[in-house]
């Protein structure tokens, strides 16, 4: 796919990407995007209309109008929305982990803690850092032990640890 970036008249860019198509049943013509393009635009700025048509063509600029730079068209236009695809973080904010448990799962926690030093320290650990990284074989390996010294069960475990996953 190619990207043409034109600007021009608004009736030299319509006329550059749609053509008239008349019904056969109701004799009545409408304008119809030319086959193979896809648009971001016509967007008209101070008399001056600007497009960007993406298409398999291989295209030259029409009559009456000009190519336009890439900045000013993405400024005027926007981008196409086939950007790569981020992946999701698995950095949040300790609050942000601590509220993928529930209250009862918290509560479980504190309970266990108090006569369990190595979940106690875990809870310190926790309480003290600012971001968790649910990646972190550290952090796996706590969320694994919180499981083997509580109530908390290994899916119910992953599950937290899953930031795709709604956690309650």
């Known amino acids: 796919m190619t990207d043409y970036l034109w600007n021009g008249s608004l009736a030299d860019v319509n006329a550059a990407i749609y ?23 016509p967007t008209v700025m101070d008399g001056v209309a600007y497009v960007n048509v993406r298409t398999d063509a291989v295209l030259t600029t029409p009559a009456g109008l000009s190519a336009t730079g890439v900045q000013l068209s993405r400024s005027v236009l926007g981008d196409w929305a086939d950007v790569p695809v981020i992946p999701p973080t698995t950095i949040i904010a300790t609050i942000d982990f601590m509220m993928r448990l529930t209250f009862a799962e918290r509560s479980g926690l504190i309970v266990a803690a108090r006569t369990d030093n ?6 310190v ?16 390996s706590a969320v694994d032990y919180m499981v083997s010294a509580t109530d908390l ?3 119910r ?4 640890l899953d930031l795709t996953q709604v956690s309650p």
């Open 19 to 41: 053509v008239s198509v008349v019904n056969p049943l109701t004799q009545v013509a409408t304008n119809q995007l030319v086959a193979g393009y896809s648009v971001i635009g």
């Open 118 to 123: 190595q979940l106690a320290d875990i809870l």
């Open 125 to 140: 650990q926790l309480g003290c850092a600012t971001t968790i990284d649910v990646t972190n074989a550290a952090v796996i």
């Open 153 to 155: 069960t290994a899916p």
């Open 157 to 160: 475990g992953a599950q937290i």
